[in-house]
């Protein structure tokens, strides 16, 4: 049963508690049906008027860990991503390396010829003799969503690189250009990606294929989202590109590099095995 509380959302909006929004998203951990039922029950003894969803989620993660630090890891996710800022380039090689999973050929931060002017790109993608140019709109802060402008700009830059192309002889095709994001696109955004031909991904969108139905059905949670690693380490691999969590199931190089013991070494590899189900 929900109970008659405002919560204040990352975005300063008041909204009802609701029972249903904690159940999905905890269910989403991968915890069994009595857990997730437990969890909720400890969480609304403690619920008052005006409480922040980050002292909820705060609250429900710690309960969660205690059942499992896979299940934590994947209820973190969202916070995770936001975790690989605060500048946007992991967020790039993350975007990268979920495209390679999917198929792609891909380069980050490649100088590409517009008709006026040079670009550089986040991403450039390669599949099946067609070519996507991808730019990345990280959000370091919760409660931050991509207005019209951002694509607005986006489509103003293909169009200057899709003039260049066009004119010259090519051994692949050109895709539609593509504005990811970690957060949210407003209404006036999406309409406008429709419109001009833009794809559009974000954190729920396109509906049941945006970035976290992805990383949810591929397995490709970033390092961030692990439990067991300190911010230090976390940041240590970060800065040697490495952003996901099963690359260090394949080089545990960097785990050794780190001096983390075999005891702890075996617990991060075993969390990271739950966490993305290999």
Request: overall charge positive; some cysteine.
């Amino acid at each position: 049963m929900d109970t008659n509380f405002d919560i204040i959302k990352s975005s300063g909006e008041r909204v009802k508690f609701s029972t249903n929004n904690l159940r999905a998203s905890l269910a989403k951990s991968g915890a069994d049906t009595a857990t997730v039922t437990k969890i909720i029950a400890k969480v609304q003894d403690e619920l008052y008027d005006g409480i922040s969803t980050k002292e909820i989620y705060n609250r429900a993660f710690a309960l969660l860990k205690k059942s499992g630090s896979h299940f934590a890891s994947k209820y973190k996710l969202k916070k995770a991503i936001y975790e690989l800022g605060p500048t946007g380039y992991p967020f790039e090689r993350y975007i990268s390396a979920i495209l390679k999973y999917s198929g792609y050929d891909t380069q980050v931060s490649k100088i590409v010829q517009g008709h006026c002017v040079t670009h550089e790109i986040d991403v450039v993608a390669l599949k099946n003799g067609k070519t996507t140019f991808i730019e990345c709109k990280f959000h370091s802060e919760e409660g931050r969503n991509c207005n019209v402008k951002i694509p607005l700009y986006i489509a103003s830059r293909f169009i200057d690189i899709k003039t260049h192309w066009e004119s010259k002889p090519h051994d692949t095709t050109l895709e539609a250009g593509w504005v990811v994001t970690n957060t949210r696109f407003t209404a006036d955004a999406l309409q406008y990606g429709n419109c001009t031909g833009l794809y559009l991904l974000s954190w729920d969108h396109p509906k049941e294929d945006g970035l976290r139905d992805r990383i949810d059905r591929l397995g490709l949670y970033p390092i961030t989202a692990s439990t067991l690693l300190t911010n230090r380490e976390k940041q240590f691999l970060l800065s040697r590109d490495v952003v996901l969590c099963r690359d260090l199931l394949d080089d545990v190089f960097f785990l050794d590099h780190l001096g983390i013991s075999e005891t702890r070494k075996s617990k991060i590899k075993n969390e990271i095995k739950l966490l993305c189900k290999l």
